[in-house]
């Protein structure tokens, strides 16, 4: 029969009750055409599904927070902030209006709620960092020179080492240490009142003003298998006045990955390296 070949293929072939070129139903060329694209839809769909069952490319990731005992968590590398004042929608820096002024606060071994503190420089952070900084690249669409950080260059000179500013464990525990900052409008803290504006125009920029501050925050990119990790800033702001006091805390927590890597290796894979996010 002509098409031999091709007929074999055909799985569509109808029953003759009889034998017919050795086969017990009837095949047809046009059978076996349709047979071969359903083979070919099978193989590549076996092949797309198979391979999401056998690695995960795209692993659905779920994350489970662990509130323990943090170790030290260093400033600029693991924790980073920014933070200034805005007023009609942009931020700005001017110390004839407010001042930023930071701390580390240690607390005494043995003491319920005493601490030793020492005042920590800042700077504009445009001063403070550049391209080497790694996490520049979430920080360069940002106007840097809107904004204060915490000068590692300033507070060398003054004895305080980048490995004095960290955060650790939780508060009232022995080797607690937080770091502190406060906005102050001028006149409050300036030791030359002629230095600041005056009274006026100062209540006038902070009477309706925001306090806006960005920190360096974990997310987990689902769609990426190898490296889930990704580090941006996140901004958060709360609304001030000239004659409003704010307090805002940020608390550090250890954040675990769990990821599923596959079906046929089902077992759960966790990453031993924990995130750690404000």
Known sequence: MNGLPLIKLDFFGVNMGFYLNGYKDFRSKFGGIISILIYLI???????????LWIKMNPKINTSTLYKSPTKIFYPDNIFFMVSVTSDSMPYVDEKIYRVIGYIKTKINGTEEQFNTRKVS??????????????????????????YCISLEKNKKNGIEKDDLFVNEFWGKDGFQMLQIKIYNCTTIAENKNECSSNKVIKQKLESSIVSYYTLKNYIDTNNYKNPYVRGLQETFYYVSYNRYVSATEYLKHVQVHSDIGFLFCEEKINSDNLLTL
């Open 42 to 52: 099978t193989i590549i769909c076996g092949a797309i599904f198979g391979k999401e």
């Open 122 to 147: 800042l700077d504009i952070c445009s001063n403070v960092f550049n391209q080497t900084y790694k996490y520049y690249d979430s920080m360069k669409e940002l106007n840097l020179s809107n904004y």
